[in-house]
């Protein structure tokens, strides 16, 4: 084989190595790793302290874990993510939690955790998820965020203010309420590429300058 052609080869090989996403690792999330991505905060099927929930999403390549997180707002609303088995949250997942999770009451839903100790007012609150100390993401809302029987989905980055909407006409679930709790809403959200490492990018550019070194000999 020709030794450009081998060379050429083995750089292909080695990138699509480095950027498989099989080397994703599972573990805590960091800082500006979770979006929340939905929030039904004024259910109308059913009352709020029945109906209430919100969603995450998993941006990363990575899996996070979601044990030990600790939900909170700018009160005294307060309560710590635990359960006997990992809470694992894939990429490009989604992850339900509630308030009530017997789906004959909530609404229709079935969540993936039932927290307690938490509330979302329909004027004005604040979802503050962090982890031993640090703050891994946040949403304050005001007047207008929460429409009665709708939730509030995110339509695009940055997780601004601006960037959420109501739920549309026609996207309901279980007793009639619009949103699309623990799935895809009426847009989908990135998720953030394998990053190559650096040795890699090194690596390749190493080899496509030896290829052009032998092509110009």
């Known amino acids: 084989m020709n030794p450009s052609v081998r060379l050429f080869f083995i750089l292909v090989c080695f990138l699509l190595t480095a950027a498989n996403p099989a080397s994703?690792?599972?573990?805590?999330?960091?800082?500006?790793?979770?979006?929340?991505?939905?929030?039904?905060?004024?259910?109308?099927?059913?009352?709020?302290?029945?109906g209430?929930?919100?969603?995450?999403?998993?941006?990363?390549a990575d899996t996070l874990v979601l044990n030990q997180l600790v939900l909170s707002d700018n009160g005294s609303n307060r309560h710590t993510l635990s359960a006997d088995t990992?809470?694992?949250?894939?990429?490009g997942e989604?992850?339900?939690l509630a308030r009530n999770g017997d789906s004959a009451s909530n609404g229709g839903i079935v969540p993936d955790y039932v927290y307690s100790s938490?509330?979302?007012g329909n004027s004005a609150d604040a979802i503050i998820l962090s982890l031993a100390d640090t703050e891994i993401t946040r949403l304050e809302y005001g007047s207008g965020f929460a429409v009665s029987g709708a939730s509030t989905e995110l339509l695009r980055l940055p997780a601004?203010?601006?960037?959420?909407?109501?739920?549309?006409?026609g996207m309901t679930y279980g007793m009639g309420d619009r949103g699309t709790p623990g799935a895809a809403g009426s847009a989908a959200l990135p998720v953030s590429a394998v990053p190559l490492p650096a040795a890699g990018w090194l690596f390749g550019s190493g080899l496509l300058a030896l290829l052009g070194t032998r092509r110009r000999s």
């Open 52 to 60: 209430e929930w919100f969603e995450l999403f998993n941006p990363t």
């Open 160 to 169: 601004e203010l601006a960037n959420y909407q109501p739920s549309p006409e």
């Open 118 to 120: 938490f509330t979302l």
């Open 86 to 91: 990992d809470l694992l949250l894939g990429s």
């Open 24 to 50: 994703a690792a599972i573990r805590a999330p960091a800082a500006g790793d979770l979006l929340i991505s939905e929030v039904m905060a004024n259910p109308a099927a059913v009352s709020d302290s029945l």
């Open 94 to 96: 989604y992850f339900l």
